[in-house]
């Protein structure tokens, strides 16, 4: 069974930056013709995409937060993991690590900011 | 960026047939835009209903069905259940980044 599990701090401080990882099990994120995503929620509101990296290693990012965001991977751990800098309380949410095609999501990890 | 568009809100009878949309700013929605719908429970993480326009998954409920009407994605919902009420989002890819609708309140009542 697949599991996608997101982990990180909770709480970032104004002007830091945001780090999450994706910790795959049941699966490999650099095996088949396959997209890795971060996806986020914040209270109220609807889904927004951040980003994401193919098994081949290519990333794409939203137009609106691409000078801030790094989707990056480490195949030896079977994890992925995104860093956003500059945070401000804008990017209080819940953090979504998807595998989009098949349905996959993590639980989700909340992530204030807040000094 | 572009915008995807859905209803806010909208409301059926238990056992009623409703039509949720997904439209872009960009134009018509075609299969090349691989649609996905989602639905969301208070508190819970979002559930993929329909991917690729009309592909269900294996835990995919048969009364959801995904289509295209009058230029946008739609997903339809017959035989609604008062468990259905939830919150739907719908996502187009749009040449490059995922694009998210702003998501649809859907009351079963």
């Known amino acids: 069974q697949v599991q996608l599990q997101e982990s990180g701090p909770g709480l970032v401080e104004p002007s830091q930056t945001l780090s999450l990882t994706c910790t795959v099990s049941g699966d490999s994120i650099n095996s088949g013709d396959y997209h890795w995503s971060w996806i986020r929620q914040p209270a109220g509101k609807g889904l927004e995409y951040i980003g994401r990296i193919h098994t081949s290693g290519s990333t794409n990012y939203n137009p609106s937060l691409q000078s801030r965001v790094t989707i990056s991977r480490d195949t030896s751990k079977n994890q992925f993991s995104l860093r956003l800098s500059s945070v401000t309380d804008a990017d209080t949410a819940v953090y979504y690590c998807?595998?989009?095609?098949?349905?996959?999501w993590g639980q989700g990890t909340l992530v204030t900011v807040s000094s | 960026q572009a915008v995807v568009t859905q209803e806010p809100s909208l409301t059926v009878s238990p056992g009623g047939t409703v039509t949720l949309t997904c439209g872009s700013s960009?134009?018509?929605?075609?299969?090349?835009?691989?649609p996905y719908w989602f639905q969301q429970k208070p508190g819970q993480a979002p559930t993929t209903l329909i991917y690729n326009t009309n592909n269900r998954h294996s835990w995919t409920p048969a009364r959801f069905s995904g289509s295209l009407l009058g230029g946008k994605a739609a997903l339809t919902l017959s035989g609604a259940q008062p468990e259905d009420e939830a919150e739907y989002h719908c996502?187009?890819?749009?040449?490059?980044?995922?694009?998210f609708g702003g998501g649809t309140k859907l009351t079963v009542l």
């Open positions: 996502f187009l890819s749009l040449g490059g980044p995922w694009v």
């Open positions: 998807v595998k989009m095609c098949c349905g996959l």
């Open positions: 960009t134009g018509a929605v075609t299969s090349g835009h691989y």
